[in-house]
């Protein structure tokens, strides 16, 4: 999980995660907010119904956009005094009980396009925490 440093940051950690929250409110992602500990989000994707379930991680903030193929694109993210972690991902539900989390990709085609695109969304984020 990539972790970038901030301790010489000229914010508090509620601006930073105000900040956060912007960012990602102003690229269309939505704070996920869990129902005991679980949240599930319904996309369309070529006429069908997908149903992603995301688990809330104790210390993090959840952040998750559909992506322009009907795949989900997700950020965790927990701010420290020092530092600011966040893994990013695509949920993929396998026969409907397994969860797995696929890594953005730089490249990616074909019916994982969307990989690319979250890939691409994430050099805009870590380019973004730098200004922190």
């Known amino acids: ?3 970038i440093q901030v301790s010489h940051s000229k914010f508090s950690v509620a601006e930073r995660r105000s900040k956060l929250a912007r960012w990602f409110d102003a690229r269309g992602f ?6 005991k500990g679980t949240l599930r989000v319904s996309t369309y994707r070529m006429e069908e119904l997908i149903v992603f379930k995301l688990s809330e991680r104790s210390g993090y903030q959840t952040f998750y956009k559909e992506s322009s193929e009907g795949a ?3 950020f965790e993210v927990s701010v420290s005094e020092e530092s600011i972690s966040y893994d990013g991902y695509c949920p993929l539900l396998l026969f409907g009980i397994w969860s797995k989390k696929l890594a953005f990709k730089q490249g990616a085609s074909g019916l994982f396009k969307y990989r690319d695109e979250g890939y691409r969304i994430e ?3 870590v380019e973004m925490l730098h200004q922190l």
């Open 30 to 35: 939505i704070l996920s907010v869990f129902d």
């Open 1 to 3: 999980m990539p972790q």
């Open 72 to 74: 989900l694109l997700v």
């Open 123 to 125: 050099q805009q984020f």
